[in-house]
Each structure stands twice: as C-alpha cells, then as structure tokens.
C-alpha cells in the first residue's frame, strides 16, 4: 500500500475522532436521553466547547471528500511522488491539530492549519495534472 493510502485510512480512523468528541460533549451537556433519542426537541444552544468541536467536525467533512478523491486519483492514475506524499502528509498533520487548536479556541493557529491542510490536497492534485 502506498504512503498516501496509507494516510487516508489514518485520516479516515483520524475521522472517527472528531465524530466521537464531538458526540462525547454534545452527550455530556443535552444527556445520554439526548443521544439515544430521537433528537427531535429544540435543544439549548451548545457550550463553548461543544459548539466548536460540532464545527471542528463539519470543516473536516467539508474538506474530506476532497482528500479522499484525489488520494484515489493519483493511486488510480499511478502517480506516487514525493509531492504525493508530501501533500498527503501535510493534509493528515493538518488535520490532527486542527482539533485541538480549535477546541482550544487557537484561531490564527487554526486557521494556518485548514489552509495547510488544502495546500496538501493541492501539492496532490498539481502532482496527478
């Protein structure tokens, strides 16, 4: 398996992690009748740390398809290059203290982070054209 598949399964266990913080805080503060129901009752706006983890997890989502595409692109069309790798090592770091930083309210951190993360997928894209 190739370097740059190797860290899109990492990304997509990476994944994983958003979805289970953002579950774990949004339980902690609406409840477990919350979680296993059917979410239907307007709810009270979410905490500090729970709003951004919720939104942490949707800029992932929005991001992630993209990855996954030209990751499958270049594996596809035989394209294995140092910027390759470079562009899938940068986007999965990215991602990894993307997080954090945004959990933590770090926004010019965090904002460093996201555009690394797409400067990634395009060392990729400029790889496969």
Known sequence: ?????????????????????????????YGPKWNAGPRDETM?????ITG?????????????PLFIA??????????????????AELYFWARVVYLPLYAFGVPGLRTIAFLAGAVGILMIVSAVL
């Open 1 to 29: 398996m190739t370097t740059e598949l190797t860290l899109l399964t990492w990304t997509l266990l990476l994944a994983f992690v958003y979805i289970f913080a953002s579950v774990i805080v949004r339980t902690r503060q």
């Open 70 to 87: 030209v990751v499958l692109v270049a594996h596809v069309a035989g394209v294995h290059t140092r910027l390759t790798v470079l562009g």
């Open 52 to 64: 951004r983890l919720v939104r942490a997890q949707a800029n992932l989502f929005e991001t992630l």
């Open 44 to 48: 009270p706006p979410p905490s500090l």
